[in-house]
Nanobody, 123 residues
Framework: QLQLVESGGGSVQPGGSLRLSCAASGRTFSASTMGWFRQAPGKEREFVAAISRSGSSTRYADSVKGRFTISRDGAKNTVYLQMNSLKPEDTAVYYC????????????????WGQGTQVTVSS
C-alpha cells in the first residue's frame, strides 16, 4: 500500500512559480515510478511528468518541457513538481501518482493516487 498526499497548490499570476509536493507513506515508494497528472474542468486527466525510481530518468509532456521540473527525495519519501513560467492553461487539479511501469504516461497504469491540489493561474 502507498498513500500519497499533495500540497503546494494555490493561485498565481501568469509567469509566476509554484512548487508542488507529494508526500508518500508506505514501503513501495522507493520501488515506484512517480508521476504528476492534471485535470482541468471539462477535460480528461493528462500526463504532466514522471520520474524513475532512482530519480535519474524523467519524462515530460511537451506542453511543460522547459518550464516544469520533477524531482524526488528518497530520504523524505517526497516527490516535487517545480512549475515556472506558469500560464493560464496550466490551471487544473494536479495529482500525484505511483506506478510500477517505468516512466509511464498512461493514467491507467498508475495504481496509487493522491487527492489532488488545485493550481490556478490567472491575472
Amino acid at each position: 500500500q502507498l498513500q500519497l498526499v499533495e500540497s503546494g497548490g494555490g493561485s498565481v499570476q501568469p509567469g509566476g512559480s509554484l512548487r508542488l509536493s507529494c508526500a508518500a507513506s508506505g514501503r513501495t515508494f522507493s520501488a515506484s515510478t512517480m508521476g504528476w497528472f492534471r485535470q482541468a474542468p471539462g477535460k480528461e486527466r493528462e500526463f504532466v511528468a514522471a520520474i524513475s525510481r532512482s530519480g535519474s530518468s524523467t519524462r515530460y509532456a511537451d506542453s511543460v518541457k522547459g518550464r516544469f521540473t520533477i524531482s524526488r527525495d528518497g530520504a523524505k519519501n517526497t516527490v516535487y513538481l517545480q512549475m515556472n513560467s506558469l500560464k493560464p492553461e496550466d490551471t487544473a487539479v494536479y495529482y500525484c501518482a505511483a506506478t510500477n511501469t517505468f516512466l509511464s504516461t498512461f493514467s491507467s497504469e498508475y495504481r496509487y493516487w493522491g487527492q489532488g491540489t488545485q493550481v490556478t493561474v490567472s491575472s
